[in-house]
């Protein structure tokens, strides 16, 4: 019997205020899992395009390892997995032999900041000294061969390197950058180093030819499959639907409930393309980031699967380290523009080796073959330089040390000539004192760049 | 003679006036028990919850914030359930009838209340002296805390007595007993809020003690305003009325009122109607509450952050919260819903479509308010670090609005008077919603169970519908409300008893047998040492560093120094080894040790100090193997591990007939060696656990518990514990046997590592197939047992120093 009939318009309008607001919330959530469902079998679509099935099925397999390694013509690049047993075996206790040396080097670091705390007078330097000689002689045992594969802690040699340039040992410090490979170079001690006066044109060579390499392309150098499989394979569960990240939320740590495939949809979307950002560390680089990650943000908030997670709308910090992030572009952004700094820093100390001052532009420094233009783009932080004469350098420089924020000795700190500023990078300033006395320029000719 | 009539008719009247109300004082107190009676119940309750929230969470309500609340409910109840039940069952006329003249009447209800108001205070403070104040941090009683003002205890006994007043007065002068319940709820913080004026006016803010005796000032003006005013009230109340004056007007509104009468062909339209139009006020007034509680929310920045640090939040989710419940209780207290209902069951109309015809606007209401929520969530942005990034999704929402919907409703059929239901619905709901969000945030209750707990009051209100209808719900509606609340509490303890008992532990005679192991290998051990790996020197704690000798001296006595640390372990010959057991420094051992062996290898006039390392090392291996902490024998494999590593260097076999070096191979233990002492470390610290649960050193793997179900740990972590001394157990021995069997593997995993894959893990095969020496030192993937089975338990030292091909301990199992 159809009900219906036995109501009038009064009886449907009450039924109708009663009932639409009920089947309205139904129809939103029957919306909401059907474009759960839907977006589900997007990334499944998606990552089915990218990864061989072997891989989805099981991703830690042996036969999931070998069907990557093929479609892909993998080769190990873990430096670690070319070497034998033995070797591998050696380079681990030479990196636990210089971790305690480390462990002196922060003893004597701790020591040091007592001493401004204590304002007394505290010279470790014969202490340091007896330090490195020990590692010196550690380190002689090893090959060149096996040196680049350890990876004891940079800042060791960091340090190490800055105290045999303050004891003038340039050729102990080439011998220390020479432990160093690629990005582990300390390309800011490396810039500030080139401040202090003394080195020769053959030491600079050598530091150049350790520092100089290639602009940040490593990126382009990568198949973008691969680089589609390094971003998003290590997360593969996770956009599976298979696991849950810990979030951090003030309430809420870990949540066993699954997470809405439009946020794991709009993660992947903004994975993949951030694997397809050129040159990483430019200025333009960054830009797209950004767009990508308020793109994300956009496609997450307007998910309406979002309202079927437990127990918040938001299930995911996009922040977290997993994901790729403005804060990786910008810290490669960063190292370029400090490499930049140094290989600036280097070019001038050596065009004053040759040309017998500083140059008065960084444009002056293509006569010696250092392109200064070279890669500008791909560091956002821009270089400054200036050539000032020394009455000048109070002023420019006030009271404050020159160098490895040590003193620079009283001779150094007076010497006749013109001095030059070369500012930018992270926060850096490198203030090259003149190799030689000079005679003492005019005072009110400063070069401005 | 006229002298003589009145001066017998006033010795007639005084007669009929009865010199005892005792009946009266009955009546009012058999009126009033149930609020009584409810509110000790409530007190009870809340401290069952706090009782659980403190052992399952160390979470702890504040006793002193629950405790004086309940004499202020009963304040804020008292009034207008004595008054406002007499309005509700039409004996207001029926009093005015009595020989008793209206202040009488007014001042005998007055003192009911007053005596119930004693004996609840009486209650509450007994309660508070019995169980403490809970959370201090809230206290002001507690002299030590911040907070604490001696004036306020008297502020709330006054300002409770105000409050009983204003009850009376509103409810003498408001027919509606919610809008009086309203006002009543308004005027109570009118002495607050002239403090607040009075800040305002001073222009400064004012002291805690300033406050505490302006709030007693305030009050006890308020309580003589107030006392005055609800006996005129109720004598006005009480008192004659004038007789209705009938004008052309008022008969020809009343009739055009008839006309208006809508008319319906179904049964279910009218009830909906009924149940929107006869409370079209409150309804407003609970949309009013929801619209300001849920707007404020939204626009208060730190949602979601630190509730108690925003003045406004807390009020603007307790009217929310109030509000929602609110929209529960509608559903069977309406005005005039007792006798609409028993019109409706008179004229046969079904209780099932009554039921869901009274359900019909209240839903209604909750699902637009649900939908609203889920449409603006779509608007903003949940990533700024404010309000929406703490937003409830819509699922979770759902939950909290129809629990609380759902008891609401179900308190609303049980309770037989409004203003019970207006006060016990909220707090019977959102302490439901509470302990069941609780149960699934920390103790792993699943959904289901969760939705059932939810679902049972509207289950249960459904089930009575056809005979509280009819007027005959008592006494099976306590039955039935028992069952649901056995059901609310119960079914969640349930599946949390029946999570623990699925975790593998011990049966019975296992955990004899083995506890028996572990008291006689105990018996026979002594006592251990403690040994600090780090680096020795003087003036290790820097802070006595007050001159650059000291500096200088500090700077050259910092060395790493075995002999000095395996010091206290030295014995004579012939003495057992002493047992000992150290931090978590090895590293630091390790690194000085390689460098060591490598300044040695390059310069072999460095034998001695080697020769120092190696000697040290043999002393702390004997003794970490001879204690029973199962960490030792951990760092003893490390300790082989490094020394196997030395003897299998080639420099090492010109030193082999050492006595240096020989020490150092029959230091080195055989597989049958190394499970004896495993095993027994592993009994004996779990032994102690066992029969010293206390002991914050005790026994501890750090066995994985969900952290949503962290609630349980306390009862699960034994088990956990169990099966991780069983999973050991069958690791030792497989390693013993130099067995193929990977099920104590999985086991570990599951129960220390399962929220990453078990190939990922570090008793996954990847893991296990990285040579030992390359993660000897790993803290932050530190297992118990990943070191055990592995191949350099089967290396023979003696091969190491004699066999050109040797068997590297760090050769391991290989594809």
């Known amino acids: 019997m159809n009900t219906m009939l036995f109501t009038n318009d009064r009886d449907r309008v009450w039924l109708a205020v009663v009932l639409a607001p009920v089947m309205l919330l ?15 079998a997007e990334i499944d679509r998606k990552l089915q395009g990218i990864f061989p099935a072997a891989f989805l099925d099981a991703p830690y397999s042996d036969a999931a390892g070998e069907a990557l390694k093929t479609m892909f013509d993998l080769k190990p690049n873990n430096t670690q997995e070319t070497l034998s047993e033995t070797n591998l075996a050696k380079i681990n206790r030479i990196e636990f032999a210089l971790a305690s040396f480390r462990n002196e080097v922060d003893h004597l670091n701790s020591l040091e900041n007592d001493a401004v705390s204590l304002s007394v007078e505290f010279d470790p330097t014969p202490f340091y000294d007896d330090i490195y000689r020990r590692a010196k002689t550690l380190l002689e045992n090893v090959s060149a061969a096996d040196a680049i594969y350890i990876a004891a802690a940079p800042s060791f040699f960091e340090h190490w390197f800055e105290h045999e340039v303050r004891q003038g040992r340039f050729a102990d410090a080439i011998d220390v950058i020479s432990y160093l490979q690629g990005p582990s170079t300390p390309v800011v001690s490396v810039a500030k180093a080139m401040s202090i006066p003394g080195w020769t044109l053959e030491q600079i060579e050598t530091i150049e030819r350790l520092v100089n390499h290639p602009a940040a392309t490593q990126n382009e150098s990568i198949p973008p499959e691969l680089r589609r499989i390094e971003t998003v394979a290590r997360l593969l569960p996770w956009f599976q639907g298979k696991t849950t990240l810990l979030y951090r939320n003030r309430y809420y740590q870990s949540s066993p409930f699954p997470i809405a495939p439009s946020v794991r949809l709009a993660v992947l979307n903004r994975e993949l393309a951030a694997a397809e950002i050129n040159n990483v560390g430019s200025v333009n680089s960054i830009k797209k980031i950004r767009k990508l990650d308020l793109a994300c943000r956009e496609a997450i908030d307007s998910g309406i699967d979002t309202a079927l997670q437990i127990p918040l709308y938001k299930s995911v910090n996009l922040y977290e380290s997993a994901f790729t992030g403005e804060d990786d572009f910008v810290l490669q952004a960063r190292q370029l523009s400090d490499e930049r700094l ?8 050596k065009f004053e080796l040759m040309k017998g001052e500083f140059p008065a532009r960084l444009e002056e420094l293509s006569t010696i073959g250092f392109n200064f233009y070279r890669d500008q783009e791909l560091a956002s932080y821009n270089l400054f330089y200036q050539k000032f004469p020394s009455d000048q350098r109070r002023e420019w420089i006030g009271d404050d040390s020159v160098g490895f924020d040590t003193e620079l000795s009283p001779e150094l700190a007076n010497r006749k000539g013109w001095w030059g500023m070369l500012g930018g990078g992270h926060d850096t300033t490198v203030y090259f004192c003149p190799s030689g006395a000079a005679e003492e320029p005019p005072s009110d000719q400063a070069t401005e760049e | 003679m006229a002298t003589q009539v009145t001066t017998a008719e006033a010795t007639i009247r005084t007669n009929h006036e009865p010199s005892s109300t005792a009946w009266f004082w009955w009546k ?3 009126q009033l028990a149930p609020l009584l009676v409810m509110l000790v119940a409530v007190a009870f309750l809340a401290l069952f919850f706090d009782l659980i929230g403190s052992s399952l969470w160390n979470f702890q309500v504040p006793h002193e914030a629950l405790l004086l609340a309940i004499p202020g409910l ?5 009034g207008p359930l004595l008054v406002g039940q007499e309005r509700s069952t039409r004996t207001i006329e029926w009093l005015t009838l009595l020989p008793v003249s209206p202040s009488r009447l007014a001042i005998t209800k007055l003192l009911v209340s007053l005596v119930g108001l004693v004996v609840i205070w009486m209650f509450s403070l007994l309660l508070l002296a019995v169980t403490g104040d809970g959370s201090s941090k809230w206290s002001t009683l507690n002299p030590n805390d911040l907070l604490y003002d001696q004036q306020s205890i008297l502020v709330w006994l006054i300002h409770s007595l105000f409050v009983l007043l204003v009850g009376f007065y509103v409810s003498w002068r408001i027919e509606n007993q919610f809008y009086a319940l309203l006002l009543l709820i308004g005027i109570a913080f009118s002495p607050f809020i002239a403090v607040s004026v009075t800040s305002g006016l001073l222009s400064r803010a004012l002291l805690a003690k300033e406050s505490g005796i302006l709030s007693l000032i305030f009050t006890a003006i308020g309580v003589a305003v107030m006392f005055p005013l609800s006996l005129r009230a109720a004598a006005r109340t009480l008192g004659a009325k004038p007789a209705p004056s009938l004008n052309g007007f008022e008969v020809s509104r009343s009739s055009v009122a008839a006309a208006t009468v809508p008319e319906f062909n179904t049964q279910t339209a009218p009830v909906i109607w009924q149940s929107f139009h006869s409370a079209k006020g409150t309804w407003m007034v609970i949309s009013v509450m929801l619209l300001v509680g849920c707007l404020g929310t939204m626009s208060t920045p730190e949602f979601g952050v630190d509730i108690l640090s925003n003045n406004w939040l807390p009020l603007f989710v307790l009217l929310f919260a109030v509000a929602t419940s609110w929209i529960g209780v509608c559903v069977f207290k309406h005005d005039g819903a007792a006798e609409r209902l028993r019109f409706l069951a008179d004229r046969g109309v079904s209780w099932k479509r009554t039921y869901l015809a009274l359900h019909g606007f209240p839903i209604a209401m909750v699902s637009t308010l649900l939908l609203l929520f889920a449409l603006f969530n779509l608007k903003i942005d949940h990533f700024n670090y404010d309000a929406a990034s703490g937003m409830p999704s819509l699922l979770t929402m759902m ?14 059929q049980i309770f037989r008077t409004l203003i019970l239901s207006v006060i016990i619905a909220p707090i019977l709901a959102w302490t439901t919603v509470g302990w069941l969000s609780s149960a699934i945030a920390m103790c792993g209750v699943p959904v289901w169970c969760v939705v059932v707990c939810a679902l049972t009051p509207m289950l249960a209100s459904f089930v009575m519908m056809k005979h509280y209808m009819d007027g005959r719900d008592r006494p099976w509606t306590f039955a039935v409300g028992a069952a649901a609340v056995a059901i609310i509490i119960g079914l969640p303890i349930f599946t949390m008893y029946r999570r623990i008992q699925a975790i593998p532990g011990m049966t019975p005679s296992q955990r004899t047998a083995l506890l028996n192991e572990a008291r006689k290998a105990r018996s026979q051990n002594l006592r251990s040492v403690f040994v600090a790996l780090s680096y020795s020197g003087r003036y290790s704690d820097q802070t006595m560093l007050l001159n650059a000798e000291q500096l200088i001296d500090s700077a050259k006595s910092y060395r790493y120094e075995p002999q000095v640390i395996v010091a206290p372990l030295t014995t004579q010959s012939g003495e057992p080894v002493r047992p000992a057991y150290c931090d978590s420094a090895f590293q630091f051992w390790y690194e000085n040790f390689s460098l060591s062996q490598l300044t040695w290898e390059s310069n072999p006039e460095t034998w001695p100090d080697y020769a120092v390392f190696l000697d040290s090392s043999v002393t702390l291996l004997r003794s970490l193997r001879a204690d029973h902490h199962y960490w030792s024998q951990e760092y003893a494999d490390r300790l082989e591990i490094m020394l196997l590593d030395a003897l299998s260097q080639e420099a090492i076999r010109a030193k082999r007939d050492s006595e240096t070096v020989q020490k150092v191979v029959r230091s080195i233990g ?6 004896k002492a495993r095993r027994e470390a592993v009994l004996a610290q779990w032994a102690e656990a066992v029969m010293d649960p206390d002991d914050p050193s005790a026994f501890n ?19 956990v514990d169990e099966a991780i001394v069983l999973a050991l157990l069958d690791g030792i021995e497989a390693a013993k046997t130099h067995s193929a069997s990977t099920g104590w593997l999985h086991d570990l995993h599951e129960l220390i590592t399962p929220t990453i894959p078990f190939e990922e893990s570090q008793y ?9 020496l390359q993660i000897l030192t790993y803290q932050s993937r530190f297992a118990p047992g990943m070191f055990m089975g592995r191949d350099w338990e089967y290396v023979d030292p003696n091969a190491l120093l004699v066999n050109e091909s040797t068997v590297s301990p760090n050769a391991d199992e290989q594809e």
């Not at chain 2, 009963?74 to 008292?78: D, H, K, M, P, V």
């Open chain 1, 26 to 40: 139904v129809g939103f959530i029957a919306l909401a899992e059907f474009q759960w469902s839907r977006k589900d």
């Open chain 2, 74 to 78: 009963f304040a804020t109840g008292a």
């Open chain 1, 342 to 349: 140094a290989q600036t820093a280097i070019a001038i100390r």
């Open chain 2, 670 to 675: 055989t597989p049958q060696s190394r499970a």
């Open chain 2, 399 to 412: 939950f909290f609005v129809v629990t609380a919907y759902s008891v609401s409703q179900w308190a609303s």
């Open chain 2, 701 to 719: 793997f750090y066995g994985y518990f969900p952290e949503n179900a962290s609630g349980l740990a306390a009862w699960a972590e034994p088990r």
């Open chain 2, 764 to 772: 996954g095969p990847a893991w296990r197939k990285q040579p030992v």
């Open chain 2, 28 to 30: 009012e107190s058999r």
